[in-house]
């Protein structure tokens, strides 16, 4: 039973190759939160789209990366039209970070909650003041990616706000594309950069 639900995972996925879904669900079943902020140093760059199920059943969580796979596959096309494909993240030993997003540049410190895994980013203004935070759902694998996910609701109001302001239709799409799934967490995969760990 578990083998037929593991290779109905990899072959939905992707239409693409099946070794790299396998890989995926690999990396997704290896990855753990149990990690410290010094851990984090380094340079992070955009790999992917990401999204994440809540579930304690292996084999659920088998379904829920292929569904996640399939998700991330609708979702890369609409990640590159809003260039959140050039997403880098670097931070220190401390937690302190930049992340850059085409011509933005955020900075801030990040705190990990050791009882829940839950990364907090707080965001400052010139270095200095707080001008908000948000959580993230944070995974590192032993493959050197980290996956950062948000509550999807907190996702959805960003890119509402992008498609009005903006006035883009795909942004649009994708908004109703995340409201159409429930429970769900999305976000990016991120590669720490070779040779880079400060």
């Known amino acids: 039973m578990l083998a037929a639900v593991f290779t109905a995972a990899v072959f939905n996925t992707t239409a693409g190759n099946p070794l790299e879904a396998l890989g995926g669900i690999v990396s997704s079943l290896t990855s753990t939160s149990k990690f410290e902020i010094k851990d984090l140093q380094g340079t992070w760059a955009y790999q992917s789209p990401a999204v994440s199920f809540k579930s304690d059943q292996a084999i659920n969580k088998i379904g829920g ?3 996640s796979a399939a998700l991330e596959n609708k979702m890369a096309p609409y990640y590159t039209r809003l260039g959140l494909n050039t997403l880098v993240l670097t931070m220190d030993a ?3 970070f930049e ?3 085409k011509t933005i540049t955020l ?3 990040a705190v990990k909650d050791s009882d829940s895994g839950a990364l907090t980013f707080n965001f400052n203004a010139f270095g200095k003041t707080n001008i908000g935070k948000i959580a ?3 995974q590192k694998s032993a493959t050197g990616v980290l996956t950062l996910t948000f509550d999807v609701s907190r996702v959805i109001a960003i890119v509402d706000k992008i498609a009005s302001v903006a006035n883009l239709q795909s942004v649009s799409t994708l908004s109703s594309l995340l409201k159409s799934y429930d429970g769900i ?3 990016a995969k991120l590669k720490k950069s070779a040779g880079n760990n400060k």
């Open 107 to 109: 900075k801030g410190v």
């Open 65 to 67: 990366t292929a569904a």
């Open 136 to 138: 993230a759902e944070a």
């Open 185 to 187: 967490y999305a976000g």
């Open 99 to 101: 992340m850059k997003i």
């Open 94 to 96: 401390d937690g302190n």
